[in-house]
């Protein structure tokens, strides 16, 4: 049984940052490309970003690239996502997410796990 836990969401001011971990189980994070998505109340969810299952590259939304840092750390079968210069605008559910499916990670529906969600809100 997959499951993806995210955690370390929470209020933070603007300008701020904030570190989003992932932790699975059920499957290997280096054997998946595992994304991060987000979604804002009445708004689609979006890509964030994603690391590769291989060689561990990262591709991230241009909204946001310069701010995001995507990273994964094998031996805690664990992903984490470093979110910097926070703006209200960043205020969303962020998801974690794992695919086999080959270079088509910016779609949503590529994914077939996704985790429960953490809420990120940012004050003005």
């Known amino acids: 049984q997959v499951q993806l836990v995210e955690s370390g969401g929470g209020l933070v001011q603007a300008g701020g940052s904030l570190r989003l971990s992932c932790a699975a189980s059920?499957?290997?994070?280096?054997?998946?490309?595992m994304g991060w998505f987000r979604q804002a109340p009445g708004k689609e969810r979006e890509f964030v970003g994603v690391i590769t299952w291989s060689g561990g590259s990262t591709y991230y939304a241009d909204s946001m690239k310069g701010r995001l840092t995507i990273s994964r750390d094998n031996a805690k079968n664990a992903v984490y996502l470093q979110m910097s210069s926070l703006t209200p605008d960043d205020t969303a559910v962020y998801y974690c997410a794992a695919t086999r499916v080959v270079g088509n990670f910016y779609a949503k529906t590529a994914y077939d796990y996704w985790g429960q969600g953490t809420q990120v809100t940012v004050s003005s």
């Open positions: 059920g499957l290997t994070v280096s054997n998946y490309d």
